[in-house]
T-cell receptor, first 111, second 115 residues
Framework: GQNIDQPTEMTATEGAIVQINCTYQ??????LFWYQQHAGEAPTFLSY????GLEEKGRFSSFLSRSKGYSYLLLKELQMKDSASYLC????????????FGPGTRLSVLP | EAQVTQNPRYLITVTGKKLTVTCSQN?????MSWYRQDPGLGLRQIYY???????DKGDVPEGYKVSRKEKRNFPLILESPSPNQTSLYFC??????????????FGEGSRLTVL
């Protein structure tokens, strides 16, 4: 079956670093994506990993270990505007371009 | 500007009254998909389309229909809406070309309430 797990909620302080974990078990794998979603808005693309290792984009980094079915999103120098839900999604090779989404992690950044 | 456009953004309707939520993208994407998002359940796929005239069921297709007559449009049809279809709906599209990352581009969402 398809299963993606993330913590439901996290809280961190402005200026700090936070790591959001994602574990997955899917029938196929063709990339792992992270999206940011502010309340009431559409998800927006943050990062993509298809090979093992770390991908860095400014304050955001994402890591993937395919053998462990594990990824994390690292947010540095947290800002208030980073308060949002973060969605982990796996693209399933067995179904072409299909994505399986995790439940999302709601991050609250406190002053 | 590259975008996915959904309409209506907000709709309150009554049980059994047919409705259509339109979705259009201007990025020439092959792949389009509909999701519903409910508290605690995350994004669940309703239907998807790999290209014109090619559609298939996602995880929660019951009570919905779609069509893909043109590449840019992918309407979601609720023939006889019921209260359990009250939700936030997102249309999304992406490229399937090998050289592209293939991330999903989402519309702004359509909040539907069925009384």
């Amino acid at each position: 079956g398809q299963n993606i797990d993330q913590p439901t909620e996290m809280t961190a302080t402005e200026g700090a670093i936070v790591q959001i974990n994602c574990t997955y078990q899917t029938s196929g794998f063709n990339g792992l994506f992270w999206y940011q979603q502010h309340a009431g808005e559409a998800p927006t693309f943050l990062s993509y990993n298809v090979l093992d290792g770390l991908e860095e984009k400014g304050r955001f980094s994402s890591f993937l270990s395919r053998s462990k079915g594990y990824s994390y999103l690292l947010l540095k120098e947290l800002q208030m505007k980073d308060s949002a839900s973060y969605l982990c999604a796996v693209r399933d090779r067995n179904y072409g371009q299909n994505f399986v989404f995790g439940p999302g992690t709601r991050l609250s950044v406190l002053p | 500007e590259a975008q996915v456009t959904q309409n209506p953004r907000y709709l309150i309707t009554v049980t059994g009254k047919k409705l259509t939520v339109t979705c259009s993208q201007n990025m020439n994407h092959e792949y389009m998909s509909w999701y519903r998002q409910d508290p605690g359940l995350g994004l669940r796929q309703i239907y998807y389309s790999m290209n014109v005239e090619v559609t298939d069921k996602g995880d929660v297709p019951e009570g919905y229909k779609v069509s893909r007559k043109e590449k840019r449009n992918f309407p979601l049809i609720l023939e006889s809406p019921s209260p359990n279809q009250t939700s936030l709906y997102f249309c999304a599209s992406s490229s399937v070309l090998r050289e592209k990352t293939g991330e999903l581009f989402f519309g702004e969402g359509s909040r539907l309430t069925v009384l």
